[in-house]
């Protein structure tokens, strides 16, 4: 039986991360988070989560800052999620980018997706 999947919620706002939380977890997902960049970082190096749910607003660092210290935090190659609106030009290394304000249905939903996709990929890999 494999584990079901994780993610790493990475956001200021701690309503988003309880929603967040709660709703991963109804599908059976596993949930980790943190309010601050480098906390989220520590995280994601020591538990490497499947996916990382990041908000754009951390810390007032650029996105492209906070996607390369999670990708410099030794964690996985873990999809990561951006929440909130870029500048026109900015292009992050990101799976998916989510603006502000967003719905948490539709947010779930396309987690679930990236998850599935990436379950799919390993599983074609073995």
Request: net charge neutral.
């Given at each position: 039986?494999?584990?079901?999947?994780?993610?790493?919620?990475?956001?200021r706002s701690e309503e988003n991360r309880e929603v967040l939380?709660?709703?991963?977890?109804?599908?059976?997902?596993?949930?980790?988070?943190?309010?601050?960049?480098?906390?989220?970082?520590?995280?994601?190096?020591?538990?490497?989560?499947?996916?990382?749910?990041?908000?754009?607003?951390?810390?007032?660092?650029?996105?492209?800052?906070?996607?390369s210290r999670f990708a410099a935090s030794g964690a996985k190659k873990a999809p990561i999620v951006l929440l909130g609106n870029l500048h026109r030009g900015a292009a992050p290394p990101a799976e998916e980018i989510v603006g502000k304000p967003y719905h948490y249905g539709p947010l779930v939903r396309r987690i679930e997706e990236i998850l599935a996709a990436g379950a799919q990929q390993v599983a074609e890999s073995a």
């Amino acid at each position: 039986m494999h584990p079901s999947p994780s993610v790493l919620i990475v956001d200021r706002s701690e309503e988003n991360r309880e929603v967040l939380t709660t709703a991963l977890q109804r599908k059976g997902i596993r949930t980790y988070s943190a309010a601050r960049a480098g906390r989220g970082a520590e995280l994601a190096q020591s538990l490497h989560p499947d996916l990382i749910v990041l908000d754009l607003e951390l810390d007032h660092n650029s996105p492209e800052k906070l996607c390369s210290r999670f990708a410099a935090s030794g964690a996985k190659k873990a999809p990561i999620v951006l929440l909130g609106n870029l500048h026109r030009g900015a292009a992050p290394p990101a799976e998916e980018i989510v603006g502000k304000p967003y719905h948490y249905g539709p947010l779930v939903r396309r987690i679930e997706e990236i998850l599935a996709a990436g379950a799919q990929q390993v599983a074609e890999s073995a």
